[in-house]
């Protein structure tokens, strides 16, 4: 069974350019969150999906982040106009179900460098 | 204060030791306790989960958890050089309404052949 995948691994990008990352969560997944991790910090929770719907976005920095999930599969995750404090690990994860016992399946991220 | 603490250390320990890794977290009504392993420029990948105060025992990785002093453990027995890698502790608060893990900075473990 595939994991979950996310692309691409790296991309360096110039201020003020957009960047689209993306995430397949495995498969029969209902959950699908995105993280992030800037330099020197922790893991950062940005948002979680419920199939298609945004079920939570109170980490998401601000409005030139921009997440979806177009039928409740994949998930791209857009940063326009990037700035330079957006670099960092981007990290996607799914789950199926939820309560006490939830557990996370995390890509391998996306490291994203803002120049 | 943050809201889950590690020691970023590194913690070196020999091989075949036990290796100790704590975490401690600051909001009383968290719920579920996670502990994460990462090697360099992979997946944080689950090795424990823990729900109820005491241990809980899973091959060489036992995870020990206290709520009235909010605090977290992870022993790693015969350890390995192959556990050389940063270990994450997580942590979900009782919200209905958000299901979010709060992550420490991690500790980075070395097991010295």
Known sequence: EAGVTQ?????????????TLRCDPISGHDNLYW???????????????????????SGMP?????????????????????EL??????????????????KLFFGSGTQLSVL | QKEVEQNSGP???????????????????????FWYRQYSGKS???????????????????????KASQYVSLLIRDSQPSDSATYLCAVKVRDTGRRALTFGSGTRLQVQP
Request: aromatic share 10%; net charge negative; proline share 3%.
């Open chain 1, 62 to 82: 601000n409005n030139r982040f921009l997440a979806e999930r177009t039928g409740g599969t994949y998930s791209t995750l857009k940063v326009q106009p990037a």
């Open chain 1, 35 to 57: 993280y992030r991790r800037v330099m020197g910090k922790e893991i950062k929770f940005l948002l979680h999906f419920v199939k298609e719907s945004k079920q939570d976005e």
């Open chain 2, 44 to 66: 944080p990948e689950l090795i424990m989960s823990i729900y109820s105060n005491g241990d809980k025992e899973d091959g060489r990785f036992t995870a020990q958890l206290n």
């Open chain 2, 11 to 33: 913690l070196s320990v020999p091989e075949g030791a036990i290796a100790s890794l704590n975490c401690t977290y600051s909001d009383r009504v968290s719920q579920s306790f």
């Open chain 1, 7 to 19: 692309f691409p691994s790296h991309s360096v990008i110039e201020k003020g350019q957009t960047v």
């Open chain 1, 85 to 102: 404090e957006d670099s960092g690990v981007y990290f996607c994860a799914s789950s199926q179900g939820g309560g006490v016992g939830e």
